[in-house]
């Protein structure tokens, strides 16, 4: 076995995952198994289709946290069940499996096999946490948690400036220039002016704030991923970038191209992204999902439920409740009748 104390701290970048798996973790019932290739990977799934949940189990698998709640949104039948993860991954040029046993929010145990099938070294329990703190951290963009100022720019309302959290950034500028323009925007480049990020947009000089929602979201967007591969060569950082929910207020227009430039920037930097998705078409390498289960408001108990609550709250009503799924559409007893021209209700 190597010694841990002899393995500098942080020293070993995760390369590249090869599979996971997980048996009765959160939205997957059973066991399900899903593999990955280098470069761009995509979770593909609608809403509530557990892309969000395989997220978790690929952070949760390499934590140092044993007691967290990673099933929070979940019934408690599902989060108190036995769940299991495996994965496999390449980590200082050695294969890894490692086996991660879960009774709701605790980890019993804990097993790490680390190198080829000739020569593996075993860790297990508190080993593999000491080992762990030896991993550099996965990079991981969420978002539903991301606010602007975790990326390249932020903005104030009136102008968008710099944000001083990254170094270099003029640099991280000349990057985002080399893979302009994105798509149909018309945006050419972006430069500073008097320490203010504008863009070149059809030949004249436009601020951040006065671009539409989806050009600033591309341009937020691919900047975080630069400054993300400037992080992972100046520090040798893990080359695995998880990427969840991006796509949130973005249509497929915007969505498209900030796609193709995560392609080229995986390709170009030799790195691993795992991305979801809610479009198939055209995606890299597909890891398709359906078969969720269903979060407890649906299918507890009927006095807990969404619906159940509704049922409950006009139970003793003389209203007639007509129930889809959804929406919920009413039809009242009671007919009300609304005077035209006056702002008033006239039952």
């Known amino acids: ?18 599979s996971i798996a997980c048996r009765n973790y959160r939205a997957f019932d059973g066991l399900h198994i899903f593999e990955f ?7 593909v799934g609608g809403n509530a289709s557990g892309k969000s949940c395989l997220v978790s ?57 680390v190198g080829n099938e000739d020569k593996r070294d075993f860790y297990r329990d508190g080993q593999v946490l000491s080992y762990f703190r030896k991993l550099k951290p996965i ?48 945006i050419t480049r972006l430069c500073l002016l008097d320490n203010v990020v504008v863009a070149e947009k059809h030949g004249e000089l436009t601020a951040l704030s006065a671009l539409a929602g ?6 937020f967007m691919i900047s975080k991923i630069l400054n993300i591969m400037h992080r992972i060569e100046k520090e040798q950082t893990s080359k695995v970038i998880v990427i969840d929910e991006f796509e949130i207020g973005l249509d497929r227009a915007n969505v498209d191209p900030i796609y193709k430039l995560m392609e080229s920037v995986a390709e170009e930097h030799g790195c ?8 198939s ?55 009300s009748t609304f005077k035209k021209g006056s702002f008033k209700w006239n039952p």
């Open 57 to 113: 189990a690929i952070l949760q698998s390499v934590s140092k946290d044993t007691v967290r709640r990673w099933n929070s949104g979940w019934t408690k039948q599902f989060s108190q069940k036995e769940s299991l993860i495996e994965m496999k991954f390449i980590a200082g040029d050695k294969e890894h499996y490692l086996r991660r046993l879960i009774v709701g929010d605790n980890t019993t145990d804990l097993h790490l096999y």
């Open 272 to 279: 691993q992204l795992i991305i979801t998705s809610r479009f």
């Open 139 to 186: 990079s991981t963009i969420d978002m539903i948690g991301t606010t602007k100022r975790d990326f390249f720019f932020w903005t104030n309302g009136k102008r968008s400036s710099v944000n001083p959290m990254f170094e270099k950034s003029e640099m991280v500028l000349d990057q985002v220039n080399r893979y302009l323009p994105f798509g149909d925007s018309g």
């Open 281 to 335: 078409k055209g995606r890299t390498n597909p890891i398709r999902l359906r078969t969720p289960k269903v979060r407890d408001y649906y299918t507890g108990n009927q006095k807990n439920h969404l619906r159940g609550l509704i049922k409950n709250y006009l139970g003793n009503s003389k209203q007639k409740i007509v129930y889809k799924s959804p929406p919920f559409s009413g039809n009242v007893s009671n007919k």
């Open 1 to 18: 076995m190597t010694d841990l104390d002899s393995i500098e701290n942080r020293s070993i970048p995760i390369q590249r995952i090869i």
């Open 37 to 43: 290739e280098g470069g761009v990977n995509t979770i």
């Open 214 to 219: 989806g050009e600033i979201r591309q341009i």
